[in-house]
């Protein structure tokens, strides 16, 4: 299936959809500029100046300019066997002899500005880009080519030949000379006088530090599929000139296009190796009620930035700086919130389920030795054929794990499809076969090597045949002297620790998130842990003081600039009825002179007589100040936000202007956008938190005696690293399970 648009230019088909205006020429009747000739981007007789106008920036690690081309989702008339198409005619409708009953595959998707992930475009036709690395010309690279263009048949009594409904019955890339990088060249500080003196023409991009770099994309591609009797389709007409300059994080582009397909363009830069957000060039969309045919008539016309706009890269380093930015006072905030909203509910889901895993496991363990016995395990033999030698033939794969694509990007047919199943469930069986059977014989060498050593400070001697299963350091990844520190005293049911199922937080959580009172506490947990008291006010804070930095906001356009927004009084929200301060609960009101002590939450322990409250009383008392607290801290998250709401207000009212402050942002842009990272941060934050949470839990239940003692008894060794002269010998890595 289509499923993205990476494409420079898609192939223009020759037929399309019927018309609204059939006959009409919608391309230029004569060319705009010379394809011979044309350089692309130019420097003009004074960009000596602009150039020298424009202040120096930090060089980019990488600049990338790419331009795709599609033909969009709302051209889709049908879907058929997994591709958007539409159908193959001429103008008018007319039907083309050769293509009766086939439909033109396209891509299907709308704007996007994912840059180009392969060399080939695997669901388009066409793509280009240019890139400068570290602002060298040794750095420069372009890449132009074609995609794979698609006919199905989606006639359902089929197609000639013998195709059936849904089949493939073209896939072709257009020739690569079709789609071109030419006329590239590069301006360095020694040709160009420091910047002052520009030539028309750059040089070579090879060596050391560039100012400017251009390429000229040339895209004369058709459809290769839609050619009849040697008549080929027109093709979609591409000239655009692209220039990069590294030393003031500035790119542009110029040209003209087709009046189809759908054209975009996109630039972004790398800082400290995290790629900044994509800067949109052009988007410029086509007119699907024409055929394709028609707006593939005659020259590119459309013009391509015909304002000569040039336009910024942000600092990647900047914008990450803002959007991760916390401190340890924010994430202790976040551990407070979880431990009162979610732990109690999650840590005894995880723990069942947890102990479940691994009292499964280890019934499971005992029941295969006992199976096993005395028996002596062979060796599995010669290694069978791997299914990945088959794999690495092919391309994308589906969530099955089996390729949909061959290595250049043509979708795979329904019966190469069944007949690759069927290879691979050939090759799978002995191959999952032998890794069991491997896995068995290494288990068996192993408990052979061990059963020689059971006794209490007994060293295992590892021979040839299990060295590879010898543990090692964590640190140093060097092999270990395992030492036997305690052993069972039936052993026929000993248990080395490495056997059990190791708890895993990351593989449990999943299954805890099932749980339906876990899942109903998770629901909208991370906004109301960004709106908590402790939380929010930190966070954003944070990261307001960090958006006044001008450098976080290059290249991104004012918003409101010229004209305000009128705030609304915000109305003061009412108190939850019943509202009372936690820690006054059973000191006021209904409860006022009923106890004398109280723990330092407010809950009670004895009466107002002296007497002792007992266990299994307090625990109902826990229960209203937990119920008391969560009303309490939410209604202070309320009232926060309608403070926040009214100080604004109030600066409006009273004449108070939007503080741009040094960014030069009005302070509701950069409020707003710190909104937004907030709530990435506090997703982000939440959920490794649960993770670690987790990971911890699992050590805990590893540790718990129910866990340990039945169904089984385990071996408890220590294991050293296998170096006398380190001096960290006598702090052994003790994997014993104090259980």
Not at 36 to 60: K, L
Not at 451 to 459: A, G, R
Not at 525 to 547: H, I, T, W
Not at 684 to 690: A, F, H, S, Y
Request: proline share 7%; with cysteine; glycine share 10%.
């Amino acid at each position: 299936m289509v499923r993205a648009c990476f494409a420079c230019v898609v192939a223009a088909f020759g037929f399309g959809l019927a018309a609204v205006e059939p006959t009409t020429v919608r391309g230029g009747l004569f060319p705009k500029i010379d394809a011979d000739t044309w350089p692309g981007w130019t420097p003009s007789s004074t960009f000596g100046e602009q150039f020298g106008s424009w202040p120096d920036r930090r060089v980019p690690e990488e600049v990338q300019v790419w331009c795709k081309g599609f033909i969009p989702q709302n051209a889709t008339v049908d879907v058929v066997g997994g591709f958007p198409t539409f159908p193959i005619t001429g103008p008018g409708g007319i039907p083309i002899p050769g293509l009766l009953g086939q439909c033109a595959a396209i891509d299907g998707c709308d704007w996007s500005s994912l840059p180009p992930a392969s060399d080939r475009p695997t669901d388009a036709r066409f793509w280009a880009w240019l890139g400068v690395s570290r602002g060298r010309g040794a750095g420069v690279t372009t890449h132009a080519k074609c995609g794979m263009s698609h006919n199905v048949c989606c006639d359902r009594r089929g197609c000639g030949g013998g195709q059936q409904y849904g089949d493939v019955t073209c896939s072709k890339a257009c020739p690569d000379n079709e789609m071109r990088a030419l006329r590239l060249a590069c301006w360095t500080p020694g040709g160009t006088e420091n910047g002052t003196r520009w030539a028309s023409e750059g040089g070579t991009c090879e060596g050391g530090a560039i100012l400017a770099s251009k390429m000229y994309i040339q895209g004369r591609g058709g459809n290769p599929c839609g050619e009849v009797l040697g008549i080929k389709p027109p093709p979609a007409s591409w000239d655009v000139g692209v220039a990069i300059f590294p030393t003031k994080r500035k790119v542009t582009i110029t040209g003209f296009v087709d009046d189809s397909p759908s054209f975009e363009c996109y630039a972004r830069a790398k800082d400290d190796g995290v790629w900044g957000a994509p800067v949109t060039l052009l988007q410029l969309p086509a007119d699907i009620r024409y055929n394709i045919a028609v707006e593939l008539a005659g020259y590119s016309d459309r013009p391509v930035n015909d304002d000569g706009r040039l336009f910024d890269l942000p600092d990647a380093r900047a914008q990450s700086e803002g959007i991760v930015a916390f401190d340890m006072s924010i994430e202790e905030g976040v551990k407070s919130f979880l431990e009162q909203e979610l732990y109690s509910t999650f840590d005894p889901v995880f723990s069942s389920v947890a102990v479940a895993d691994r009292v499964a496991a280890w019934k499971a363990l005992e029941k295969e030795k006992k199976a096993q016995g005395d028996k002596e395990v062979y060796a599995p033999g010669n290694e069978p054929m791997n299914p990945n030698s088959i794999l690495s033939d092919y391309g994308e794969r589906g969530p099955d794990g089996v390729p949909i694509k061959d290595l250049d990007g043509k979708p795979l047919d329904t019966k190469a499809l069944a007949k690759l199943k069927k290879d691979l469930d050939l090759v799978r069986k002995p191959w999952d076969q032998w890794q069991e059977d491997k896995r068995k014989y290494d288990a068996y060498l192993l408990s052979q090597v061990r059963n020689s050593c059971l006794s209490v400070d007994s060293t295992v001697e590892w021979t040839a045949d299990v060295e590879h299963l010898r543990p090692l350091s964590p640190t140093s990844k060097t092999p270990m002297v395992v030492t036997v520190t305690y052993v069972p005293d039936d052993l026929s049911r000993a248990v080395w620790l490495d056997e059990l199922l190791q708890v895993n937080g990351t593989i449990v959580n999943p299954k805890v998130r099932k749980d339906k009172n876990v899942a109903q506490k998770l629901k909208g947990l991370e906004d109301r842990c960004f709106k908590a008291p402790g939380v929010y006010d930190n966070l954003v804070q944070k990261l307001m003081a960090l958006s006044d930095d001008a450098a976080i906001w290059e290249g991104v356009p004012i918003q409101g600039a010229g004209k305000k927004v009128k705030l609304k009084e915000p109305k003061e929200p009412k108190p939850p009825k019943g509202l009372v301060d936690p820690a006054e609960l059973f000191k006021t009101g209904r409860n006022e002179g009923k106890y004398e002590d109280y723990d330092a939450d407010g809950v009670p322990f004895t009466k107002a007589d002296g007497t002792e409250i007992p266990d299994r009383k307090i625990a109902p008392l826990r229960k209203q100040f937990e119920k008391a607290q969560v009303a309490w801290d939410k209604n202070e998250a309320t009232m926060a936000t309608y403070q926040r709401d009214l100080d604004k207000y109030t600066v409006q009212e009273t004449g108070g202007g939007d503080d741009s402050g040094a960014s030069g942002v009005p302070e509701t842009q950069r409020s707003a956008a710190c909104e937004v990272a907030g709530k990435l941060v506090m997703t982000r934050l939440v959920n490794t938190l649960i993770l670690l949470h987790g990971d911890e839990l699992g050590v805990e239940v590893a540790h718990r005696p129910q866990v340990q003692q039945s169904p089984g008894s385990t071996i408890t060794t220590n294991n050293k690293h296998n170096n006398k002269n380190n001096k960290n010998n006598n702090n052994n890595n003790n994997n014993k399970i104090n259980m």
